[in-house]
């Protein structure tokens, strides 16, 4: 088994006309001068020195030809209109690439994996993007996560490309049987098993400064509301739209709801960047940025395989390792989040059946 797991993290390079580059460290440091409003404590955080925290502050000065911080006695340190475009910037740069580097990551551990004698079979599942499947990832044994939306998923499983797909349906049973018939070629093999896993709560994602005019689905189509959607494949829009067509909302008078993001964390990001006023994903998203949230739907969000699989030594391990109390206590730590029912196996009726009593 590898004693280390790779990872790989997206940030932004600058260079300026002498081929000279800016230490990509600054972007730790920019991030703890925004949350902590001092350079002794960002300098601390981003593990550097005082000294070295100045001079990459000076250095990106000269760089850019204006200052990334403002400082004033008595005051601390903010960042500038620069340094808060920049921090921006990196912040949606990871936000919309992490989870397919994420992917990209985990098919190199597998691939590592194999090469070495004795390799444990390694679990393949490919799941919608979230918070708490990537909590998956850090459990004992080897799992291949890749993120893909929920057709992809289901495909994949019904093809044998991997073992187990997430789907999440919301806990209202009219609603979820109105999201599942969208799939319902993908769900229609007898075999298929519901493995329980969280709820999570789905919503409007915004800033202080739009709570009072954005209350509901509705003001969403008042003139100079500016939303970001989620990418039209995503399950998240599929729930979305469903929300709308109840409230007999149209779609197309939303201001830029043709703009899309691949990830709740992007549309988070984008909203945080000011570059929207709205968005629509999960509670965990808004609370990493900081932001408000008003909770639209709560759901289940499943982990699927066929009837056999449960019977592979790895899928029993996942299993076990879901009940233990350090996992659900993780999961816990996520806004929004709840374990439900975590590791227990059932049919999408008795899902649906526990759902309404």
Request: one cysteine or more; hydrophobic letters at 40%; a negative charge.
């Given at each position: 088994?590898?004693?280390?797991?790779?990872?790989?993290?997206?940030?932004?390079?600058?260079?300026?006309?002498?081929?000279?580059?800016?230490?990509?460290?600054?972007?730790?440091?920019?991030?703890?001068?925004?949350?902590?409003?001092?350079?002794?404590?960002?300098?601390?955080?981003?593990?550097?020195?005082?000294?070295?925290?100045?001079?990459?502050?000076?250095?990106?000065?000269?760089?850019?030809?204006?200052?990334?911080?403002?400082?004033?006695?008595?005051?601390?340190?903010?960042?500038?209109?620069?340094?808060?475009?920049?921090?921006?910037?990196?912040?949606?740069l990871r936000a919309r690439l992490e989870p397919q580097l994420d992917s990209m990551a985990s098919e190199l551990n597998h691939q590592l994996q194999q090469l070495l004698e004795g390799a444990h079979p390694v679990l393949r599942l490919h799941a919608s993007h979230g918070y708490a499947v990537a909590l998956l990832a850090e459990l004992p044994g080897e799992l291949n996560l890749r993120y893909c939306n929920p057709l992809e998923a289901l495909s994949a499983l019904n093809r044998g490309d991997c073992d187990l797909a997430s789907f999440h349906v919301p806990t209202f049973p009219p609603l979820a049987e109105r999201v599942m018939?969208?799939?319902?070629?993908?769900?229609?093999?007898?075999?298929?098993?519901?493995?329980?896993?969280?709820?999570?709560?789905?919503?409007?994602?915004?800033?202080?400064?739009?709570?009072?005019?954005?209350?509901?689905?509705?003001?969403?189509?008042?003139?100079?509301?500016?939303?970001?959607?989620?990418?039209?494949?995503?399950?998240?829009?599929?729930?979305?739209?469903?929300?709308?067509?109840?409230?007999?909302?149209?779609?197309?008078?939303?201001?830029?709801?043709?703009?899309?993001?691949?990830?709740?964390?992007?549309?988070?990001?984008?909203?945080?960047?000011?570059?929207?006023?709205?968005?629509?994903?999960?509670?965990?998203?808004?609370?990493?940025?900081?932001?408000?949230?008003?909770?639209?739907?709560?759901?289940?969000?499943?982990?699927?395989?066929?009837?056999?699989?449960?019977?592979?030594?790895?899928?029993?391990?996942?299993?076990?390792?879901?009940?233990?109390?350090?996992?659900?206590?993780?999961?816990?730590?996520?806004?929004?989040?709840?374990?439900?029912?975590?590791?227990?196996?059932?049919?999408?009726?008795?899902?649906?059946?526990?759902?309404?009593?």
């Amino acid at each position: 088994m590898l004693k280390s797991r790779l990872r790989i993290t997206p940030t932004w390079l600058f260079r300026n006309e002498n081929d000279e580059l800016l230490d990509p460290i600054v972007f730790a440091l920019l991030e703890s001068i925004h949350d902590s409003g001092k350079l002794t404590q960002a300098a601390k955080k981003a593990d550097i020195s005082y000294r070295h925290a100045w001079n990459l502050l000076t250095r990106g000065e000269q760089f850019f030809g204006m200052p990334m911080v403002q400082m004033r006695k008595g005051h601390g340190t903010r960042l500038s209109p620069l340094g808060e475009q920049l921090l921006w910037s990196e912040q949606r740069l990871r936000a919309r690439l992490e989870p397919q580097l994420d992917s990209m990551a985990s098919e190199l551990n597998h691939q590592l994996q194999q090469l070495l004698e004795g390799a444990h079979p390694v679990l393949r599942l490919h799941a919608s993007h979230g918070y708490a499947v990537a909590l998956l990832a850090e459990l004992p044994g080897e799992l291949n996560l890749r993120y893909c939306n929920p057709l992809e998923a289901l495909s994949a499983l019904n093809r044998g490309d991997c073992d187990l797909a997430s789907f999440h349906v919301p806990t209202f049973p009219p609603l979820a049987e109105r999201v599942m018939a969208v799939y319902q070629a993908q769900l229609a093999e007898r075999d298929l098993r519901v493995i329980r896993f969280v709820t999570r709560r789905q919503g409007l994602i915004l800033r202080a400064d739009t709570r009072e005019r954005v209350q509901g689905l509705a003001d969403l189509t008042r003139p100079g509301i500016r939303f970001i959607n989620r990418d039209e494949h995503s399950g998240t829009r599929v729930l979305f739209n469903l929300l709308l067509e109840e409230q007999h909302i149209d779609g197309t008078h939303i201001v830029n709801a043709a703009q899309e993001e691949f990830t709740h964390t992007a549309v988070a990001a984008y909203v945080a960047a000011g570059m929207a006023d709205v968005g629509f994903g999960v509670e965990a998203a808004a609370a990493q940025f900081g932001l408000e949230f008003i909770s639209l739907a709560t759901e289940h969000y499943l982990l699927i395989c066929h009837e056999a699989q449960l019977r592979q030594p790895n899928v029993r391990q996942l299993l076990q390792a879901m009940t233990s109390d350090a996992f659900l206590a993780d999961i816990d730590k996520l806004a929004g989040y709840a374990p439900d029912k975590c590791g227990e196996i059932c049919t999408f009726d008795e899902l649906l059946k526990d759902s309404g009593d």
